[in-house]
């Protein structure tokens, strides 16, 4: 009899509870990856995010070989054929039970319903484990026993559950048998061949690296430097992150360790903080679902008229509005399947506010893009921007894009970096190109009015108020 660990947002050994349990059965232990083109497709995943997974499948596989697992590659369509393939592995394997790491996303929670049941009939058990959060879903409530919906209390409760808990990763088990030959997914896949060059080194060991580089030599400035998007401010650890090749934990506790020196703890503490909110995101998924489809969570925001998309939607995901800074952030965006914090908010705001253009198209496009792409998150924070969502920056503080990028990137570093038709003009003219003087040779003229599109915002998110 077997045990097989099917791995999905958890291409890692170390800090993975599924693997440690399987291992500890004294039995064979198989694994395996789903390739599924289909269901990436419905879920836009971008050629980015594609890549690394494929990518880090493959080096998982190099790491489990060593452990005496052999990692199968399996291929369908969608999730419902998923179970279906899955179903019959199992059967030609002799697997006694299967053990998953839990996701959230209504449409994987559905699929792993369906095939507990299906594996159930057919006398396997299927195990799950929870390793997304460092607090796992559920473990974070109120004194009433609900779910937070603001991430100010969420994160005072966070922290005392750390402190009390003490979360440590597993560490990554040890051989269950003799070394096997690594399988490898090296099938083209369709539009693989337009995802950008690699944005992060390939591995857990890679990860680890980073990891470890960060907390040691960068975090220290991390709050003074993190929204400045000109500098190497941020760990750069979300494609990690986000398809699981690090957990939250492994984050948190080598920031634990780190801390220590009087000159990081201020980094390290802010940084931490951005872990809860990556749990803080991962929980408002699983306690309320309508924000996985497509739907607001705030009700009352769904009665919003949002412009029709047009030619200014194209202007703005091809980084040709005029406005230099959202403009950098989108073609930082489509050149690299990354863009930094502070420019997805303002790129953000000023889709939803200053073009009135609905949130989730937005949404849909960075996920098409982003090699971090992450439901949660992606959706969180497009939802804080739109003022539709949990915590929502209040719909009347919206943020001037000349003015961010004024105070984040004084000097025009990251503008320049990205808009090279605007790198002759001085620090001042940089950020509004359009203020006086002639815009310089091929770069256009600001699409929309910051000022009145603002307060037609405001006036719109107001009108839902008089509504009642
Ligand atoms: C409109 C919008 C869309 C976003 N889409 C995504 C997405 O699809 N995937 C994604 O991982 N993050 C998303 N974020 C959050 C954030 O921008 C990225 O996590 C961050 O830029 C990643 O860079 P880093 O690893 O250098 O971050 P660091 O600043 O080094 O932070 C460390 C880690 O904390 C987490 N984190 C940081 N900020 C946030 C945040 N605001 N919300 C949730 N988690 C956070 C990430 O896992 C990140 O890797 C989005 C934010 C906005 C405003």
Known sequence: MTQLVWFRNDLRTGDNPALTAACKENQPVRACFVVTPGQWQIHDWSPARIRFVIDHANALAKLLARLGIPLDFLEAGDFRET???????????????????????????????????????????????????????GSVLTQQNEPYSVFTPFSRRWHSWVAETGPSPWPAPAPVAAPVRANRYDKPLPGLEQAPPALVDTGEAAAHHRLAAFVDEQAGNYKDQRDLPGQPGTSLLSPYLANGVLSGTQCLVAAQQAQGAASNQQGLSTWVNELAWRDFYIHILYHYPRVSMHRAFKPETEHLVWNAPGDVFDAWRAGQTGIPLVDAGMRQLNATGWMHNRVRMVTAMFLTKNLFIDWRLGEQYFMSRLVDGFLASNNGGWQWSASTGTDA???????????????????????????????????????????????????????????????????????LKDRG
């Not at 039970?97 to 369906?114: G, T």
Request: hydrophobic share 35%; aromatic share 8%; charged share 30%.
């Open 83 to 137: 179970n279906r393939i899955l179903a019959d592995y199992c059967r030609d394997h002799q697997v006694q039970a299967v053990h998953i790491n839990e996701e959230y996303a209504v449409n994987e929670r559905r699929r792993d319903k369906e095939m507990a049941a299906r594996l159930t009939q057919n006398g396997i058990v299927l195990h799950s484990y929870r390793d997304q959060c460092i607090a796992p879903v």
């Open 393 to 463: 920056a209040p719909y009347f503080r919206v943020f001037n894009p000349v003015t961010q990028s004024e105070r984040f990137d004084p000097q025009g570093d990251y503008i320049r970096q990205w808009v090279p038709e605007l790198a002759g003009l001085d620090n001042k003219r940089i950020h509004d190109p359009g203020r006086g003087g002639t815009l310089p040779k091929g770069y256009p003229r600001a699409i929309v009015d910051l000022k009145e599109s603002r307060k037609e915002a405001i006036a719109r998110f107001q009108g």
